[in-house]
């Protein structure tokens, strides 16, 4: 079990630059959640995947972000333009139905993310 | 909505000691489970220690143990034998019974001293 996958591990880029971020769940997994980490906000779930199909994107701050999730073993989150405000570490996590209450939630080691 | 506080922004405790951190949730569901993340240095949140709400009996998993008081919506963590490797932020986290989403505490930075 290699765990959730989750890449680049850093990331910097400028204002206005396109930023892909990439995860990769545990095999068998149907359930992919999106989080993001601030120190003034801490951990907020951005998007809720169950069987590849988005279930509650309400925690999407703006347009700007976008999620899919392709097949079973690919998620990305794409922020279009970037903002300095969007400099924040991002989580993805995997369980294997419908959320922590049934399984255990794992995480990834995160993307760091840093807009200039 | 679900209200997950940590009081404790950061606590310092010596090797081979015992510390306890502090976690109280507000909600108004009777089903819940909650739980306790650690996110060491490496930036990846593990899963400490889980509790569902309907079992009186508290949580325990070797060296970590809870204190579950429902009716004060209070969920704390004790750590027996501090290690070393014990020094991370530790996450409390509550989600419904009938919910996908964990909801969050700011956490708790633990130092352990040598």
């Known amino acids: 079990d290699a765990g959730v996958i989750q890449s680049p591990r850093h990331e910097v880029t400028e204002m206005g630059q396109e930023v892909t971020l990439r995860c990769k769940p545990i095999?068998?997994?149907?359930?992919l959640f999106w989080y993001r980490q601030t120190m003034m906000r801490g951990l907020e779930l951005l998007i809720y995947?169950?069987?590849?199909?988005?279930?509650?994107d309400s925690g999407m701050p703006e347009d700007r972000f976008s999620a899919k999730m392709p097949n079973a073993s690919f998620s990305t989150l794409k922020i279009q333009p970037s903002e300095p405000r969007d400099s924040a570490v991002y989580f993805c996590?995997?369980?294997?139905?419908?959320?922590?209450?049934?399984?255990?939630?794992?995480f990834g080691n995160g993307t760091r993310l840093t807009v200039t | 909505a679900q209200t997950v506080t940590q009081s404790q922004p950061e606590m310092s405790v010596q090797e081979a000691e015992t510390v306890t951190l502090s976690c109280t949730y507000d909600t108004s569901e009777n089903n819940y489970y909650l739980f306790w993340y650690k996110q060491p240095p490496s930036r990846q949140m593990i899963l400490v220690i889980r509790q569902e709400a309907y079992k009186q009996q508290n949580a325990t998993e070797n060296r970590f143990s809870v204190n579950f008081q429902k009716a004060a919506k209070s969920f704390s963590l004790k750590i027996s034998d501090s290690q070393l490797g014990d020094t991370a932020m530790y996450f409390c986290a509550f989600t419904g019974a009938g919910s996908y989403q964990l909801t969050f505490g700011k956490g708790t930075k633990l130092s352990v001293i040598p």
């Open positions: 995947f169950n069987n590849n199909v988005p279930i509650d």
């Open positions: 095999s068998g997994h149907n359930s």
């Open positions: 996590a995997s369980s294997l139905e419908g959320g922590a209450r049934n399984s255990p939630l794992h």
